[in-house]
């Protein structure tokens, strides 16, 4: 009795084992379904997460390609920064043992800059004391290690910032960009300007991949050496690699000491420089003064340094060769080409000093009058009367369709970034420029045939011009590139005047410029080298019957005031070899500074034996 | 029948131990490549044999004679615990260390403990109905004596899993002395309170809301399919139980059974949306006070990679990544179930947790057939302490629950909880074999 009263007890208490049967139930069905996720619906995804955590690819970083000059001579160091990083993960402890050591390297840093899930960049660009410090106590920086990051050095500095440009860091706002985040990483250099960025691509070259394999705790693991198992999974993972392929060497055409020379003259003005090979294109010197050292762009540059270079009055970062200006008295060259092409030079009267044509009175640079011309001696004479006349015979129609025969309207693409379009007038330019009534009067002309007013011309864009004359009919393609990596440079000559006549009295009219007696260009005539040029003085302030007058001294003028210099040349005066156009903001008459340092960078070039002498 | 009573537990566990061992070795394949010269495994197979040998002797030594021990037991237990951290300073006082012998003090306690509990609880287990308001709470406050004793002892070492495994213990040996309707009820939505909140600690943890976050986020649409679904799972529940046990459940009651338990999940959310952020940060820490030491559930989040990563096939045998780079934490203890995912995949996975159920089932199935009070409270016991281990140990590898350092029975590396474990299934053998007869003719009389 007693016992199966027990028993009866026992057994109702036993009904509620179903309730904890039911839980276990849904237990072990929350498992078996959390299981099957994880292993068959997701597994795919956990594979992939799981060989992520072991492979650790790293950057191979391939050198940039030099820039050489033309004889072969770098213009360019590729160097290595040290940087210095620390390990992910690291607890208090560590880090503070870390603040303490760093100390020593003179480096403050702070702990709580810390992250933990990746490598720290504590200090970019060791100097080389704190890099040997490093090295050679290795055991007291616990934690920290040095990449070696490929950079670049400027040995040239001022001289060949244009037009090579610059390498900096990649910024955070170009990282944004999907293009360049494909490539560069936060430790990159990319090219900002000048050749280094027009020919990044090039340069670059292509970065190598590395797969490294490593544990937990950053420690790089080689399979091959210990027995870790799955090796047929390594393998697969190791056919990832790649090797890094350095960048293509740039040949550029400028000569290196050609270069150091020029710009050593011209460094104190605000010039622009381009000494052209006549027959190939080749510009073997190309300077716009002030320059700047690119080795301030490699770290990124302060605020003030910016602002400081940004507000100077020579512009310093602007390259004067493919900036457009009025090309002023050395444009008559052209109003002469049109003359001869148009054959109306015959019908020029004498110049009287003044001249009253399109119911406007012109005046002549000299008050007097330069009586009866020819067309070289007017050249020579640079007269206004004469090309005022010419330029009326012409017209405006003409002037445009000639131009476009020998595509001055056209940019030279010489391999620089920014190239203004050339300004070439037309009849409907004063529309289209929303100038004015939009009509174009005939007195208009006038100032276009000497130089003024809706007509602007690059260096570059003169230099190929003053080719186009001395060649007696080629366009050539200016440029400053031989070849990249092996790979030739194509470039383009195009005969565009038959009648080689025409040019006899224009180039006979520019050797006189310099050579003869009275010439606007005397003070360029050298007994070492024939030059033959033709000067150009642009008006920045407009000529009053003041200034006519008294024409006061232009040393009284301030900076700003002063008229801007041409001297375009070619030398020798029988076989054209070079063209050079010499271009001085703000120092005066193209006679003076202009037409001195012409003839010092032409004799320079004979002594050297630039010019081939025959 | 008698004889074979032994047979499928022995089996099982076999087959867990040499499951374990293997891998064992694997998580220190790249240390020592060959089997006999690794330390963890010469030690862990020393430990099998000889529990297989123990678990044939206890099976066939008559339980109730543990009874006169069970006391005694307890009482050097607690002695251990004091003397472990107050002399013994070894290892925040969990391990001793006698000559070249070290066993996990903790674990002796939970033997103790429970010998003791179920012995103290079946001596009023006739009178539990009769018994008036101040005499339960005289019983109720002597359990809560024997549970919180250890448990604060355990909780001060600190080891938090194991002090869960008292308190559970309290909680089911409670819940069976006095079931009554009311109670079960009660019991119900605490039960559904406990799995809400760990649920939201484990979600928190890995910042994977899973199942749980489908639950616990759901519309009006989803109610009424989930209200169907449970009602199929009653009726299928029915039907298995039924064939099992040859008892008939209500299904209502089972209906009703669910529907608090979700009532309890539910209140713990309100709960817990209540909660201001560090108020939830506090429970989260107190549970797992280092799951913060390389950024949010880093552990969790590798353990999930090699559960996953192992995919359907596996591996292969000591062919796992996560395994060999160090990815693993503690993959010889508490991490071995991911350990085996990886390397054994879906199939391992499933054959482990296959067995451990099948373990936990038997210990139901023993409790079920018990011949009296203490057997039947004792299988229970069992039942819970392995419960806890084993759902704590793979909810926590598979990234549902929190991570507490709680080892895996017959698999886990570690001599002390081995032996204890064969131990505590060896009686519950006996219990089982001695029950047989008598539940037969009981079943045909009711």
């Keep these: 009795m007693d016992s199966s009263n027990k028993q009866d007890k026992l057994s109702k208490v036993k009904k509620n084992l179903i309730i904890i049967i039911i839980f276990l139930i849904f237990i072990l069905i929350v498992f078996i379904i959390k299981l099957f996720t994880l292993q068959v619906i997701q597994g795919k995804k956990y594979f992939v997460l799981s060989t992520n955590n072991i492979i650790s690819k790293e950057q191979i970083r391939p050198l940039r390609g030099r820039i050489l000059d033309k004889n072969g001579n770098s213009l360019v160091i590729n160097v290595f920064n040290h940087n210095l990083y620390l390990l992910p993960y690291l607890k208090k402890e560590q880090l503070q043992l870390v603040e303490e050591s760093l100390k020593a390297l003179n480096i403050s840093w702070n702990r709580k800059k810390y992250k933990k899930n990746q490598e720290n960049l504590i200090k970019r660009s060791l100097s080389q004391e704190q890099f040997l410090k490093f090295e050679v106590n290795k055991e007291n920086f616990p934690y920290l290690f040095i990449k070696e990051i490929p950079s670049r050095y400027y040995p040239f500095k001022k001289e060949f910032y244009y037009p090579m440009g610059y390498v900096s860091l990649v910024s955070q706002r170009e990282l944004a960009q999907e293009a360049i985040k494909k490539y560069y990483d936060r430790e990159d250099y990319i090219g900002k300007y000048g050749l280094e960025k027009l020919f990044e691509k090039d340069l670059r070259g292509i970065k190598g991949l590395k797969v490294l394999f490593m544990d937990a705790k950053g420690k790089k693991v080689d399979y091959s050496e210990t027995d870790m198992g799955n090796i047929a999974l390594f393998k697969q993972l190791k056919q990832q690699e790649r090797s890094a392929v350095n960048g293509k060497d740039i040949q550029l055409t400028i000569d290196k000491d050609l270069q150091l020379y020029n710009y050593d003259l011209l460094k104190d003005f605000s010039a622009s420089l381009v000494i052209m090979n006549i027959n190939s294109g080749e510009i073997i010197s190309y300077i716009s003064t002030p320059a700047i050292d690119p080795n301030i762009f490699l770290m990124g540059i302060s605020h003030q340094i910016w602002d400081k270079i940004s507000q100077d009055e020579k512009h310093p970062l602007m390259d004067k060769c493919v900036q457009n200006y009025n090309p002023a008295s050395t444009f008559k060259l052209f109003t002469a080409y049109c003359g001869e092409k148009l054959n109306v030079v015959k019908n020029i009267l004498p110049c009287r000093g003044v001249i009253k044509l399109e119911g406007v009175e012109k005046h002549c640079w000299k008050k007097t009058g330069h009586g009866k011309e020819t067309l070289d001696e007017a050249i020579k004479n640079s007269c206004n009367v004469f090309f005022y006349q010419l330029g009326d015979h012409v017209g405006i129609d003409n002037y445009y369709n000639i131009a476009k025969t020998i595509y001055l309207d056209k940019k030279t693409n010489v391999e620089v970034a920014g190239e203004k379009k050339p300004m070439v007038p037309y009849r409907k330019i004063k529309r289209d420029l929303g100038i004015g009534d939009g009509t174009w009067y005939p007195s208009e002309t006038l100032d276009i045939s000497i130089g003024q007013g809706l007509i602007e011309l690059s260096p570059v864009k003169m230099a190929q011009f003053i080719a186009f004359l001395a060649s007696k009919g080629s366009v050539v393609k200016p440029h400053l590139i031989k070849n990249i990596g092996d790979k030739k440079i194509e470039t383009y000559k195009i005969e565009v005047e038959e009648d080689t006549n025409i040019f006899n009295k224009i180039l006979s009219g520019m050797h006189d410029v310099v050579n003869f007696w009275g010439g606007t260009g005397w003070r360029a005539k050298s007994r070492k080298v024939i030059i033959s040029g033709k000067t150009g003085t642009m008006q920045v302030k407009k000529i009053t019957k003041y200034y006519v007058k008294y024409s006061p001294d232009e040393k009284e003028l301030s900076y700003k005031e002063r008229d801007n210099g041409w001297f375009v040349s070619y030398v020798p005066y029988d076989e054209p070899q070079y063209a050079m156009v010499l271009f001085i903001e703000h120092c005066g008459s193209g006679g003076y500074y202009p037409a001195i340092f012409t003839k010092k960078i032409w004799e320079y070039m004979m002594e050297k034996d630039y010019i081939e002498k025959k | ?446």
């Design chain 2, 1 to 446: 029948m008698k004889k074979n009573s032994i047979f499928l537990p022995l089996l099982t566990v076999t087959i867990l131990s040499v499951i374990g061992l293997i891998f064992i070795f694997s998580a220190f394949y790249y240390k020592s490549t060959s089997f006999f010269a690794n330390t963890f495994v010469i030690k862990e197979l020393f430990f099998i044999l000889l529990g297989i040998l123990l678990f044939v002797f206890i099976a066939n030594i008559d339980y109730r004679i543990f009874k006169n021990l069970s006391f005694i037991l307890y009482i050097s237990g607690i002695i251990i615990l004091v003397l472990s951290m107050v002399i013994f300073r070894t290892y925040r006082g969990r391990w001793i260390k006698l000559g070249i012998i070290s066993f996990q003090t903790s674990e002796f306690m939970k033997f103790g403990f429970l010998l003791y509990f179920a012995h103290f609880i079946s001596r009023h287990f006739e009178r539990s109905v009769t018994l008036n308001i101040l005499e339960y709470s005289m019983v109720f406050f002597k359990t809560l004596m024997i549970t919180f004793i250890p448990m604060i002892l355990v909780l001060k070492q600190p080891d938090l899993g194991t002090s869960f495994v008292f308190a559970a213990i309290w909680i089911i040996f409670l819940f069976f002395f006095r079931a009554t309707g009311f109670i079960v009820s009660l019991y119900v939505i605490l039960f559904g309170i406990v799995i809400g909140v760990v649920f939201f600690i484990s979600s928190e943890i890995t910042e994977i809301r899973g199942l749980f976050g489908f639950l616990l986020n759901m519309n009006f649409i989803k109610y009424i399919t989930l209200f169907f679904a449970i009602l199929l799972f009653s009726m299928l529940l029915n039907i298995v139980i039924a064939f099992l046990f040859g008892q008939r459940i209500n299904i209502l009651f089972t209906i009703l059974l669910i529907m608090l338990f979700f009532v309890g999940l539910f209140l713990a959310k309100g709960v817990i949306s209540h909660l201001k952020q560090y108020q939830k940060n506090r429970i989260i820490t107190f549970v797992n006070p280092s799951y913060d030491i390389r950024g949010s559930g880093w552990n969790v989040i590798q353990s999930k990679i090699a559960i996953g990563s192992g995919r359907v096939k596996g591996k292969g045998l000591f062919k796992g990544t996560q395994n060999k780079f160090n990815f693993l934490p503690e993959r010889h203890t508490d991490f071995i179930f991911s350990l085996i995912s990886e390397e054994w995949g879906f199939y391992g996975a499933f054959l482990v947790i296959f067995l451990e159920f099948l373990l936990l089932f038997y210990l139901l199935f023993v409790a079920f057939k018990a011949n009296d009070a203490f057997g039947l409270f004792f299988a229970l016991g069992s039942f819970t302490l392995f419960f806890m281990h084993i759902v704590a140990n793979i909810g926590m590898n598979l990234g549902v629950m929190p991570v507490t350092g709680i080892p895996l029975p017959f698999i886990s590396y570690g001599g002390s909880f081995y032996l204890i474990s064969i131990f505590i299934l060896g009686i519950n053998v006996n219990i089982f074999k001695q029950s047989h007869e008598v539940r037969r003719l009981d079943l045909f009389i009711k």
